[in-house]
């Protein structure tokens, strides 16, 4: 039985891959993500079924339209890759009869393309992170979720309002936009989502990894960089191994 689900959820998270990839082309440009169909932004051609098979298509073609040879952005395969990978680790983590397998994968079809088009266009819209806060809370009255209401609201709450707070006053002092509102709305769907327990490290681990990437890659005060991208990577490692790190932490405690 598991390789049957192995295979089914290679499948379906490469083609929900596939569809990400509509999201993080189109959403941005605030074009209809239905019409038209799949094609080459380029030379505008429309893109026929059998060429626009998940993976397969982009590695037979060489990343390239048949049509005008125009490269296809990397991002596409990574994706169309990356997502089935996810999906696939969650049923070895949780098993395919759990709530929580169900909860962080729809969670996961929200942040990656979150990521991609924060990554790209410095821009987290709220049609992505606003319903990520109704999806928090709403699986949160679900009995067999990690996460309670009480618990998922409180902490969405105290979020939203320190980080506005935040960002008020780093406007009044510094005269300028510090975290932008896309941020804002992001965390908090993470917190709902995650709980009290569970936020605060997720934020510690995203500013260690923008740290991190900024002395090592950037190292120049005047770039700038989205924070979006570290909070998904962030939220994605603790998906996995967030409750062992929080049993280690407990019996250091203990």
Not at 53 to 61: E, R
Not at 125 to 152: A, C, E, K, R, W
């Amino acid at each position: 039985m598991t390789p049957i689900i192995i295979i089914l959820l290679a499948v379906l998270g490469a083609s929900l891959g596939s569809f990400f990839n509509v999201l993080i082309d189109r959403l941005p440009k605030k074009q209809s993500i239905v019409y038209p169909g799949s094609r080459c932004s380029e030379c505008g051609k429309a893109i026929p079924w059998w060429l626009n098979i998940p993976v397969l298509s982009y590695v037979v073609l060489g990343g390239k339209c048949k049509y005008c040879g125009a490269k296809i952005h990397w991002h596409h395969l990574i994706v169309e890759i990356i997502t089935p990978i996810l999906f696939i680790l969650l049923f070895f983590k949780f098993g395919i009869e759990s709530f929580l397998f169900y909860k962080y994968l729809v969670l996961i079809c929200f942040l990656i393309p979150i990521f991609l088009i924060d990554l790209f266009e410095q821009l987290i819209l709220h049609v992505m992170s606003i319903p990520l806060i109704v999806f928090g809370l709403g699986s949160s009255l679900v009995p067999q979720s990690d996460v309670g209401i009480i618990n998922s609201l409180l902490t969405g709450a105290v979020v939203f309002s320190l980080l506005v707070a935040i960002t008020y006053l780093f406007a009044k002092i510094q005269k300028k936009e510090g975290m932008g509102g896309g941020d804002i709305w992001l965390m908090t769907g993470i917190a709902c989502c995650f709980g009290f327990l569970s936020a605060p490290f997720i934020i510690l681990i995203a500013s260690l990894l923008g740290i991190l990437f900024f002395a090592v890659m950037i190292r120049k005060k005047s770039v700038g960089m989205p924070f979006g991208p570290f909070l998904v990577l962030a939220s994605v490692i603790w998906v996995f191994v967030g409750d062992v790190l929080i049993d280690k932490l407990m019996l250091k405690v203990l």
